[in-house]
């Protein structure tokens, strides 16, 4: 019935199950054999002996019929899947006077019960249940683990019969370059769900299909099309679709601008080149974040609260709102050193210098104006002294010196808390499943009532989470915008010194010309082309410079075929062909054939 799955399974058959017919009145009513106890990926082999008999099936959804004769002595086979499609019967009238009996041999166990299969990505390689060769989630639990990087790749067939299905998969799709915008990022969720469609209709004696929130990555820019992904199986798929189970995953986290960057910080130490998988340390920093501490966490949170109570109706801070040019009397010395006009940013003022600095600029940003104004003696980076010059400083016997370490003893005490209650709005927010803009304003809220004990320390942890942040979304970006003109790239191969149309001639003769040196001079056929054109502007400074010819073939394998699997190779007319790389693969190419030349001259 499926030609692409295999017809004889290997589960080992433990069961066989002897019916007797006596006579020509004997039947068996239609029913099909998808009890949840049978093996998902048995076969069901039946011998029939002492008489022939026709054994009808019916398609339950069209309603067809079909019937197959079984003689005496005679084998016939049933998938376990079949049965979730076709009914099977014995009509009266079918076996003349006389007995037979049929012998059906399964794999029957009731752990089968709850036998489950997932189905998805890399993130399920260190999941491991299934018979005993793939170890187990219990044993109530037999399973089968399918592969699918790619949502296209779930096989809704491979479903059939399990009693649960699990899916985690679409990080592979939202990832592509062309997925840019939340509607792409939907395009994607859209093909999953039809895939669900497809499985609870193939496999109706499947109880649930668990999907799984996607997992965050590394990349800071992806986590944000985690999150639309995310949010799309929380308010769309979840509640209309019956039967889905939701999994919950860590998509609120991302959410958070101070946690993203703490987040990021400590990945990026681990596999910096794997930008997909949080690893297993990542994976502990997150789990770290959510079940260890939630003990400590409660306790440290109950004496916090107390120091906010107690720590109430202090002497507010000054803030301003921009436009700055309607202040009187502050000239622009007086205001941000960032000198940028910011509409509506607010300001906070610093108690010592009196200046005011935009809260973007000082890691701020997200306290509202109650929040500012409660901040107490704030001082900007300036003038309070930044932890990597204090540390150096710290170990002087100055009178100042002694000053600064009962700073740093303060601030050594005040660490703890600042993350416990960090840590518990996080809590917070991650037994929701969506985060909403007041639950990452509770976060930063959390951080402004610890800020009102000692500000100096929030405004050194969020310059450092900004400064790591900074790196890491700017090694992104690039990544980013390298995988993008890889894209473009990828079916182009480019020649050099290809002699230059007539200047004379119409851009369409040109490119007529530029395609009859394809096929005439490099032998590449036109059926091949997909389209060529020169690369760069022509330069009246530099008379005999020759553009690079840029040629578009119509596959990527092509493209291997043409330059020699990527090597690049000299056409016997006597010019190279290469592969159109980007600038950052030119410069790896560079770095290496530099490398390779230093190499070659010590030796
Ligand atoms: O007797 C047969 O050939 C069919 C038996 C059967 O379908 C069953 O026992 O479920
Ligand atoms: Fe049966």
Redo the contacts with the bound molecule.
Sequence with gaps: MYPDQPYLTVPEINSC?V?KYEGSESY?PK?S?CEVSIHPESSIF?I?LGQS?D?KFTERESGSVSSQS?PDRSLYVMSRRSQEVFD?E?EQGSMSDGTRY?L?FRCVSWTHKNSTCMIGDSNTRFLRFGSHRRGTFGEQMPGQKFWAPKIRDIDPVSCMGYSNVVLLCGINDIKESHVQCEKDVADCYAELKLKIKQIKLLSPSTKAVFVCQLLPTKDLTLNRKVNDFNRLLHFDLFPTCKDVEFVEGFNQFVCNRVLAAELSMHLDRHGRFDMLHLNRAGGRVLAGMTDDKMKKIDDQLKKTKADTKRLAGRPRNKVLRSPQKSLTGSSSDDYCPCKKYMEGELSVECQSCLKFWHLYCVGLKGLSEEMVESLENWQCSDCYLCPHSYKEKITSTSSSGTMKVMIRDELNAIQPVIKVTVENAVRNILSKSVCSKEDVEGVVKSYAAVARESQKEVIQQAALAQSSKKVVESVVRQMDADKVEREKRRSNVVVLSAPEPEKEASAEQKKKEDKNFCSNVLGIPLKDVETCWRAGKIDVSKPDYLRPLVIKLKSEGLVEEWTKDGKGYKTESGFWINKDLCAADRKANFLAREQRRTRLQKT
């Design positions: 199950l019916n068996l029913h054999d039946t029939s008999c054994i079984c099977h014995i049929s059906t």
